[in-house]
């Protein structure tokens, strides 16, 4: 307990500075490692470490796995051509996977633990999800309609894609619906792990259906049923696409920050102005 004290001090310390206006909760208990990078301060220096990582990484593995995709992988038999949709496609799915996932987590952390960067961090992810839910169901669309005579089906796979973007939509329009961020932030949180029941259809939704959409070429289980000299520009897209969202992310959420602490510095100088009239 006593070790946990110097936290509580900081950051009730911090919201009666009024270094971060939108969180005025204190902390809950939680792991050392979320109490580290609670902190905004300390968050900012994370990310200017890790940003130019991230986005060099990004731009190494994208180039590469495009390049390897899209003019040295061979064309699939059956598909022919059309098959190189996949190296946007694909990462696309997973993305839009991982950032809801990513809204849970803030979710759990902002109505159990209260984590000052949480209702934060969902604001930041929901667009960039949206973004690639969005993506994922539009190169779905080109891609299917070569193979399948249509651009859209209302497939099991296809549907809970799209009603993982509508969630987006809804989560996005929803923690911005009420002038008390509290009250947006708390209803979006519940959307967001309410909606997280979507994710696992989405998952095993070509098992649990007879669907157009093809199994899963990747699994944890089985070796992959693709070429080797199409699997790897493949994961090398998938990873430069994710670092890539990884860097758009820290990128937004380090601005957020920084607005927030404008806003609390402009709203304390005009107060200062208005008492140094008033007197």
């Given at each position: 307990m006593r070790q946990r004290a110097p936290f509580a001090a900081e950051y009730f310390g911090l919201f009666q500075t009024g270094t971060f206006t939108e969180l005025q909760v204190p902390v809950r208990a939680t792991p050392n490692l979320l109490h580290r990078y609670a902190n905004p301060g300390q968050f900012l220096r994370l990310s200017r470490v890790l940003l130019p990582w991230l986005t060099a990484g990004a731009l190494l593995f994208l180039g590469a796995g495009v390049a390897w995709g899209l003019f040295f992988a061979p064309a699939d038999w059956q598909q022919g051509e059309?098959?190189?949709?996949?190296?946007?496609?694909?990462?696309?799915?997973?993305?839009?996977?991982?950032?809801?996932?990513?809204?849970?987590?803030?979710?759990?952390?902002?109505?159990?633990?209260?984590?000052?960067?949480?209702?934060?961090?969902?604001?930041?992810?929901?667009?960039?999800?949206?973004?690639?839910?969005?993506?994922?169901?539009?190169?779905?669309?080109?891609?299917?309609?070569?193979?399948?005579?249509?651009?859209?089906?209302?497939?099991a796979r296809l549907t809970s894609v799209l009603v993982l973007f509508f969630l987006y939509l809804g989560h996005i329009a929803l923690i911005r619906a009420f002038d008390e961020p509290a009250r947006g932030q708390k209803a979006a949180a519940v959307l967001a792990l309410a909606g997280a029941v979507d994710l696992p259809i989405i998952k095993f939704s070509v098992q649990w259906w007879n669907t157009l959409h093809q199994p899963d070429s990747i699994t944890l289980t089985g070796a992959p049923t693709m070429s080797l000299t199409m699997l790897w520009p493949l994961l090398l897209t998938t990873l430069g696409f994710t670092l890539g969202v990884a860097a758009v992310i820290f990128t937004r959420l380090s601005a957020a920050i920084h607005e927030s602490r404008t806003r609390q510095l402009l709203a304390r100088s005009r107060l200062d102005r208005t008492d140094t009239q008033a007197a």
């Open positions: 059309t098959v190189r949709i996949m190296y946007v496609h694909v990462p696309m799915a997973w993305l839009a996977s991982s950032c809801y996932l990513g809204l849970a987590v803030c979710s759990v952390l902002s109505l159990v633990w209260r984590h000052p960067l949480a209702d934060l961090a969902a604001i930041e992810i929901g667009p960039v999800g949206a973004c690639a839910a969005a993506l994922c169901l539009v190169t779905g669309s080109l891609w299917g309609e070569p193979m399948w005579g249509t651009w859209w089906v209302w497939d």
